[in-house]
Structures are given as structure tokens and as C-alpha cells.
């Protein structure tokens, strides 16, 4: 069965520094690759997806990068974190773009 | 360019009381439609998916939600609610290689 990782569950950065969270996927191959974030007291907000190795579309300008160096990985990036970057970041994956199954969250507290 | 509604940001019932949670899309082509819980600081869980055939879609935890064309609708309702339905609920549809949410439902359980 598929299964999908998402570390660290919590993390507390201060505002300037880097971030890395990480999402890996198993038992799929070829999995569609999505990150998202979620604002207090808001919706869902896609970030980023990828359909491939290397292919990752951004949805909304922002100071996050994402990347796919492997099939079943997909990591979420910045250089240097802004307050506004506090919130709670899902990923998800999809098999030909159809039913999406999520992560457990990282919640990212920029102080 | 689809999108989805969801009408009522908030909810609250009574336990026992009937769950009505409202859900508006708009799509140029036939719609494939979701139905997903959020707890706590956990990801996404899926509740139900609409494909096609039969519009009364059964999902987990004695939910249920009808499609209905005519109406741009796709509804969640459950008859009786029980302490442990208290969530947010997102309805979703799918576009091109990605999912459009709605901005979520909030449902409080009143003892």
C-alpha cells in the first residue's frame, strides 16, 4: 500500500534562517507531488506541483521554492524565512491527477 | 475557470442533529468532486468522491453527498452528528493536474 511521509511534524525557525521540510512517497511510482499551506484561520493554498522529476510548478509568487530530485521526493525550500511564512504545510500526492492523499503536516512557527 | 464555494465558513449543531454542509462549483466540463475531513493538526482525509454515475455518493462515517447538476451542487450531510464529526470539511474538484478547494467548513458539535 502507499504510504506518505511529511518531517518534521513541528519546527520553530527564527525569522532570516533557511528551512527544509521534506515529503517522500512509497509504494507508487510516478506519483503527481503537491505542497500546500494553510494560514491561521484559513484555507488551503497551493504552493507547488510537480508531475515529474525536476518539473515543478509554482501557483503563487512567495519567498518558497520547492524541488524534485527524486521521483517519490519532494522537498520545500527557503533561503531566509519571513514571519509570514509561519503556518501549516501539507503535502500530497496523486496518481494520474485524481484523488489526493495528504501528509500529516508540518506546523512552521517563524518567530 | 473553476471553482468551488462553500457556503457557511462556520456550522454548529447539536449532536444527534442533522449535518448539512454546503458545497457550489463551477466547471465547463463534467466534474469530478471530493469531499475531505481535516482534525486537529492532521492532514487531509478523504470523506467521498464523486465520478460519475450514481449522484447519491456514500463515504466514511455515515456521510453522504448528492450531486446534482442542475443545482451546481454537491452537498454533505449526515443525519445524525456525533461529538467526534467536529472538523473542518473541505470540498474540492478536479482540474488540470490539481485539485480547486473550497475555503473550508468549519462544524462544531454542541453537547
Known amino acids: 500500500s502507499q504510504t506518505i511521509h511529511q518531517w518534521p511534524a513541528t519546527l520553530v525557525q527564527p525569522v532570516g534562517s533557511p528551512l527544509s521540510l521534506e515529503c517522500t512517497v512509497e509504494g507508487t511510482s510516478n506519483p503527481n507531488l503537491y505542497w500546500y499551506r494553510q494560514a491561521a484561520g484559513r484555507g488551503l493554498q497551493l504552493l507547488f506541483y510537480?508531475?515529474?522529476?525536476?518539473?515543478i510548478s509554482s501557483e503563487v509568487p512567495q519567498n518558497l521554492s520547492a524541488s524534485r530530485p527524486q521521483d517519490r521526493q519532494f522537498i520545500l525550500s527557503s533561503k531566509k524565512l519571513l514571519l509570514s511564512d509561519s503556518g501549516f504545510y501539507l503535502c500530497?500526492?496523486?496518481?494520474?491527477?485524481?484523488?489526493?492523499?495528504f501528509g500529516a503536516g508540518t506546523r512552521l512557527s517563524v518567530l | 475557470a473553476q471553482s468551488v464555494t462553500q457556503l457557511g465558513s462556520h456550522v454548529s449543531v447539536s449532536e444527534g442533529a442533522l449535518v448539512l454542509l454546503r458545497c457550489n462549483y463551477s466547471?465547463?466540463?463534467?466534474?469530478?468532486l471530493f469531499w475531505y475531513v481535516q482534525y486537529p493538526n492532521q492532514g487531509l482525509q478523504l470523506l467521498l468522491k464523486?465520478?460519475?454515475?450514481?449522484?447519491l455518493v456514500k463515504g466514511i462515517n455515515g456521510f453522504e453527498a448528492e450531486f446534482k447538476k442542475s443545482e451546481t451542487s454537491f452537498h454533505l450531510t449526515k443525519p445524525s452528528a456525533h461529538m467526534s464529526d467536529a472538523a473542518e470539511y473541505f470540498c474540492?474538484?478536479?482540474?488540470?493536474?490539481?485539485?480547486?478547494f473550497g475555503q473550508g467548513t468549519r462544524l462544531t458539535i454542541n453537547p
Open positions: 510537480s508531475v515529474g522529476i525536476g518539473q
Open positions: 466547471s465547463s466540463v463534467p466534474p469530478y
Open positions: 500530497a500526492w496523486s496518481a494520474l491527477g485524481n484523488i489526493q492523499y
Open positions: 464523486y465520478t460519475t454515475g450514481a449522484t
Open positions: 474540492a474538484l478536479q482540474g488540470a493536474q490539481k485539485l480547486v
